[in-house]
């Protein structure tokens, strides 16, 4: 997250439980002060603990957003380390600072453009080849995910492969900060499951179906009149909803 700083208040939002007076604490560094903060909170948490409003860097608060990647160091430790900042726990010496944004250079494209005939990732990300397979990358995804795999995979035009290594990706950015060779992975992998899914996934007949539905304006009664309900309509309508049951397929 990089903390995206935040002014400082004193209404602190802490949203992990689960702590009281007897919980032991922990020292971490914010910017360089010291503070004491629970051992049961993410850094997330405790930088609210601490007294911090999060204004960047805060999305989902649960491991889906990308938001809060955040990089931070350790007492005696020349290490780097990368994490999720709603995702991991306080640690003993942490220090956490601010830290600009990741560059996000995406190449521009036009889907309806694309076509297999040579290695269409290589053309809008010729980067790829500068790759020196130091693996820092897969060591920094929070997710797990073989992040070097897949970039080698669309170099070599294996797009499926690289589609399905590449599919828990959240877009946090954290492979692309320690990247040597500048490339910007998860635009890869963005570009890579684009390709696939429209030029070499079977087709789903129930996809098709569904859009011929909406073009005839099947839907479009029950979405006007969900247009035009109100706040507490909605709401009533979700809590009485039907859920469709799990598939034994
Ligand atoms: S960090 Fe960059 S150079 Fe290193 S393996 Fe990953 S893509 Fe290749
Ligand atoms: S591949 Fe990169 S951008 Fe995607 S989740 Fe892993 S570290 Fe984040
Ligand atoms: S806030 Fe969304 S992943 Fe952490």
Do not use: W
Not at 42 to 66: D, N, P, Q, S, W
Not at 214 to 243: A, F, P
């Amino acid at each position: 997250m990089t903390i995206h700083v935040h002014e400082q208040v004193h209404r602190p939002r802490v949203s992990d439980q689960g702590f009281d007076a007897r919980t032991p604490k922990v020292r971490i560094y914010l910017m360089g002060k010291e503070y004491q903060v629970p051992n049961v909170l993410t850094i997330m948490a405790a930088i609210e603990y601490a007294g911090y409003r999060l204004v960047r860097g805060c999305g989902c608060r649960a491991g889906f957003c990308g938001a809060c990647s955040t990089i931070y160091r350790k007492t005696d430790d020349y290490k780097l380390y990368s994490a999720l900042a709603c995702q991991t726990l306080v640690e003993e010496g942490m220090y956490l600072v601010q830290i600009p944004f990741v560059p996000a250079v995406k190449s521009l494209y036009d889907m309806e453009e694309i076509t297999l005939t040579d290695n269409v990732i290589l053309r809008y990300y010729p980067e790829i080849a500068r790759c020196v397979s130091c693996n820092t990358c897969t060591r920094s995804c929070p997710q797990g995910i073989r992040v070097m795999d897949y970039i080698q995979a669309s170099l070599r035009g294996n797009i499926a492969r690289a589609a399905h290594l590449s599919f828990d990706c959240i877009q946090c950015g954290l492979c692309s900060s320690r990247c040597p060779a500048d490339i910007k992975h998860y635009h890869v992998g963005q570009l890579v499951r684009r390709v696939y899914e429209t030029r070499i996934a079977p087709k789903s007949p129930h996809l098709a179906r569904r859009i011929e539905e909406l073009d005839s304006g099947v839907y479009d009664e029950e979405m006007n009149r969900l247009m035009t309900s109100s706040l507490s309509e909605l709401k009533q309508r979700y809590e009485s909803r039907k859920i469709e049951p799990v598939s034994e397929d």
